[in-house]
Every structure is written in structure tokens, then in C-alpha cells.
């Protein structure tokens, strides 16, 4: 039991000291946020009249409904970076490292969801500090009680660039890649309107598209979360994808359908 | 003692392509064992299976008696491996690099750590143990990944082709290391080439062409059953197409 442990600590160290090292990867996991915080809370504040619906009880300014998504897209951010970090492993080698260590592959593709939710949750909350600084409206408890909705949504975003980082199979596709999962996972959700706001604009097939995004779940969850409260649905949904990705992941990376590397005969 | 390594009659097929047709062959405990063969004679896709990366259509992998099919985990505790690429985080130091490996294999961070020092200034790389491995020669890199399939006491040693990419003097020293270490500690050591050169001293000498293993013995038994005076040579004549190729 110790080994796996210990198999776990390396490479969440190793993760966490790549991150650290990557020192516009550090400014850039915080400033982005923010600066959406920053600009569109502005910008949208009066624009966007936002009624009344759980888990808020009376009229919220725009950035206190902001904030959740934007805690979402720091999750989404760091699962797509951490997926791009197993292809650059396997651009340098270290993927066959990793999955020749004596244990089971799966442990060893869960370990790395382990460290990228750490990466996740972490960068999360110092965006949450800073929304605070900010001036955001927030209750002081929301520190501890979103910690639970983060960790299910950082595991489940990991888990879900996972599973991308078996299909793209190059370190320079892998922007294009990005870009196709991250912008529409963002906006066809719940982080920047609620959906009654899209469906009052007569844009249905939007609301439907937001339903079925997991992402949308996620970011429900930790809008519920903020406040203390349990959203079961978004919960047992971004469960069931993550659990259903890292499944699909692990069977991707299974040496049977050879998806691992190149089929080169010598 | 079980042997090392006994592999038997192990088949691959890549869709109508046969990379290994029913090969056997094993390694004794303390053997440093030659895997010969020209580009495309299934050394790799042997070296995917030993190491579970890839699964084999038939035959039987073990590794001192233990199955790599049925239970990988506890043969791939027995296997220290060196890739034919590079397989280091540029980013990180040898010394990080190494206590990384430790980790993977289950040791702890103050085992790994002496570990990875003993290795380090073994091969003279103690210098170099702070810098991170973008900055290294790939003399130093190869010495590092061969200090850290060292360090968790594996009872093989694969080398995937290991002084590829290397100069002369580089390639020479890694040689000699590889086979003082084997002398000096009863290593057992698989070693997949096409550079003869660097294997004349192996205690036995696989040449395997198209997934078929072609000649098996001694240097000096392939020597005689080849009728060729140099190791070369027989390696050439054992790889040489079926026509030109009737030997003797």
C-alpha cells in the first residue's frame, strides 16, 4: 500500500514542480480569470439583469454570478493543461516511463488525474481569494464548502482531457484541440448567463446544448457549493462523465488496442 | 534458478505483417545476452512486449519465472529499462529525475534520493546532477536513464539500442560500463543493437531478422557455423537474403 503512495507523491510532485517551474503558465492560470472577472463583470454589470434564482436569494450583481464559471474555467484550464502535459510526455518519452512502472496502468492514469486535480483545486481557490479581494460578494464558509465541488469537477475536467490526450497525438495539434473543447464547453454553459436568459432569446438549441454539457454541471455544482449547498443532479452528473472519461481513457491507453505510440515495427 | 528472461515462441502480427514468427530464447542469470538484427527485425516490438507496452498474439514472456502476461506488475519490479529515445524530463535535474523514478517504483523519497546519488557519481555525473537534462550532453543523458534503470536493482538490464545518436568516445564508454557492470555484479542484460561492434563480448548472441531469429550461440559458434572470421560478417550473412544468403 505504501508503494502506491509513494508512486502517487512522485508524480504529483513532479507535476506540481513542472507547474511552479512554468512561470507564465502561473501567471497566466490567475490573470486570465481575473482579468474576465474583471472586464466582463464591468462591462456586463448593467446589462445583464440577473433575477432571482437558487441558490441566491435576492438580487446578484453580475460578477457573484460570474464567479462560479470562472471557478470552472480555472478547472477546465488546468485539465486541458494537464492532459497536454501526458502528450508532451509522450513527445519526450517519460509516457512509457510512467506506464513501465510496475503497477496497473489504470493506477497509473488515475495517479496523474490525482495531481492535475491538485494543480486544479489549488489554482481555484487562490482565484476565489482574489475574487474576494476584488470586492466580489461571497460568503467566508464558500472557502471550505466549494472545496468538495471543486475536487469533483477538477477530477472529472482532468478526466475528460485524459481522455483527449489519447486521441491527439501531437504536441502542435493539441492547440486547435484545446480551442475546439474549451470555448464551446465554456460558452455553451451556464458560466457566463443562466439558461433561462438564453432560452428568453428564443435560442432553444443553445439551452439544449447547455443542458447535456458537462461542463454545465460543473459549474453548477460549485455555484451550489458556494453557498453550502448540495446540488445533487450537476453533482451526479459530472461524476458519471468523469468516471465514464477516465474509464474511456483507460481502456484508450490499454496496450491491446495498441493506441499507444506508434504501431513502428523496429 | 529460473532464467532471467525466457521468452517462448512469442508471436506478433501487425494486421498480414508478422513482426515476430514463434521466436524463443533465454537469458541466464548473469548473462549479457545480444539481440542482433538490422532495422526492422522486430527488435523493437519484442522490447514493447517485454516491457507490457504492447500485448503478444501468442507464446509465453517470464521474467525469473514470472509471467509478464499474467501478472506485469511483479515482472516489470524485475526490469530496469533503457529506451531507445531519450526519456527524460528536460526540465528537471538527473538528480530529480532519478528520485522521480525511485517514486514510480515505490521507494521512498530519502531511498530514492541516496539512491540517485550513488548512481550519479558511479557514473562520474555528480557534476551534472544539478543542471536540468535539456543542458546535458547525450553521453551524460544516456549515462543518467542507465544510472536510473540501475537503481531499483533490476534482475535485467534492456537496452533498446542505447548508443544511438552518440559519438564514438560516448558510445565506447557505455559499452564498457554496461559490460563491467554485468562482470562486476552478475547483471543480466539484454541488449538490442545493430552495431556489432558493441556486442562482441556477449556471453550469447541472438541475431533475429524479419521476426525470425536466424542464428543463436556463442560468438565463436556463429563464427563457425557461418564459416566467417568476424562477428560482422556472420551477422551479415545471417541477415542477408534467402539467395545470396546459402552460407558455407
Known amino acids: 500500500m505504501i508503494r502506491w503512495l509513494r508512486a502517487l507523491e512522485a508524480v504529483v510532485r513532479r507535476d506540481i514542480l513542472r507547474f511552479f517551474k512554468q512561470t507564465s503558465r502561473l501567471v497566466s492560470a490567475v490573470v486570465r480569470p481575473a482579468l474576465w472577472l474583471l472586464v466582463f463583470a464591468a462591462g456586463f454589470q448593467n446589462v445583464l439583469g440577473v433575477s432571482i434564482t437558487p441558490p441566491y436569494e435576492t438580487y446578484i450583481p453580475y460578477d457573484v454570478y460570474m464567479t462560479p464559471g470562472l471557478l470552472g474555467m480555472v478547472l477546465l484550464f488546468q485539465g486541458m493543461q494537464s492532459s497536454l502535459s501526458l502528450v508532451f510526455d509522450r513527445e519526450v518519452g517519460l509516457l512509457r516511463l510512467l506506464l513501465t512502472s510496475p503497477f496497473p496502468r489504470a493506477y497509473l492514469l488515475f495517479v496523474k488525474l490525482v495531481a492535475g486535480t ?51 497525438k501531437r504536441l502542435e495539434n493539441y492547440a486547435g484541440a484545446m480551442n475546439f473543447v474549451i470555448f464551446p464547453s465554456f460558452f455553451f454553459s451556464t458560466a457566463l448567463y443562466p439558461l433561462w436568459k438564453i432560452s428568453e432569446s428564443g435560442a432553444v438549441w443553445i439551452v439544449h ?44 491507453y490499454d496496450p491491446q488496442k495498441g493506441m499507444l505510440g506508434s504501431k513502428s515495427q523496429d | 534458478m529460473p532464467p532471467a528472461l525466457s521468452i517462448d515462441r512469442l508471436v506478433k502480427r501487425y494486421g498480414p505483417l508478422v513482426a515476430l514468427d514463434a521466436i524463443s530464447f533465454s537469458v541466464e542469470p548473469g548473462q549479457v545476452a545480444a539481440l542482433l538484427g538490422p532495422n526492422g527485425a522486430g527488435k523493437t516490438t519484442l522490447f514493447q512486449i517485454l516491457t507490457g507496452l504492447f500485448v503478444a498474439d501468442s507464446g509465453h514472456v517470464s521474467l525469473l519465472g514470472v509471467d509478464v502476461a499474467r501478472d506485469p506488475v511483479a ?31 515505490g521507494l521512498s523519497r530519502g531511498d530514492a534520493a541516496a539512491r540517485a546519488d550513488a548512481w550519479l557519481r558511479e557514473f562520474g555525473l555528480a557534476d551534472g546532477a544539478s543542471k536540468p537534462c535539456r543542458q546535458l550532453s547525450g553521453g551524460m543523458k544516456r549515462r543518467v536513464e542507465l544510472a536510473r534503470a540501475l537503481m531499483t536493482d533490476p534482475a535485467l538490464i534492456l537496452l533498446d539500442e542505447p548508443t544511438q545518436g ?83
Open chain 2, 75 to 105: 515482472a516489470l519490479r524485475q526490469l530496469g529499462i533503457v529506451f531507445q529515445q531519450s526519456a527524460l524530463d528536460p526540465d528537471l535535474t538527473a538528480r530529480q529525475n532519478l528520485i522521480f523514478h525511485g517514486g514510480l517504483h
Open chain 1, 118 to 168: 491538485i494543480l486544479g483545486v489549488v489554482q481555484a481557490l487562490v482565484f476565489l481569494a482574489i475574487a474576494r479581494l476584488a470586492g466580489v460578494d461571497l460568503p467566508d464558509s464558500a472557502f471550505l464548502t466549494v472545496v468538495p465541488a471543486l475536487v469533483i469537477g477538477g477530477f472529472t475536467l482532468a478526466s475528460l482531457g485524459l481522455l483527449l490526450s489519447v486521441y491527439v
Open chain 1, 209 to 252: 446544448v447547455a443542458q447535456i454539457n458537462p461542463f454545465t454541471s460543473v459549474v453548477e455544482m460549485i455555484r451550489f457549493a458556494l453557498y453550502g449547498q448540495m446540488a445533487w443532479q450537476p453533482t451526479a452528473i459530472t461524476l458519471l462523465a468523469g468516471i465514464l472519461a477516465f474509464l474511456m481513457a483507460a481502456r484508450g
Open chain 2, 166 to 248: 552518440l559519438d564514438p568516445k560516448s558510445r565506447k564508454e557505455l559499452v564498457e560500463t554496461v559490460f563491467s557492470l554485468a562482470r562486476g555484479r552478475g547483471l543480466s542484460v539484454l541488449w538490442a543493437t545493430h552495431l556489432v561492434g558493441e556486442v562482441v563480448d556477449a556471453d550469447v548472441v541472438i541475431v533475429l531478422d524479419h521476426g525470425t531469429i536466424v542464428g543463436q550461440g556463442t560468438a565463436p559458434h556463429l563464427l563457425a557455423q557461418t564459416g566467417t572470421a568476424t562477428l560482422e560478417d556472420a551477422f551479415l550473412a545471417l541477415t542477408a537474403p534467402i539467395e545470396g544468403g546459402n552460407l558455407a
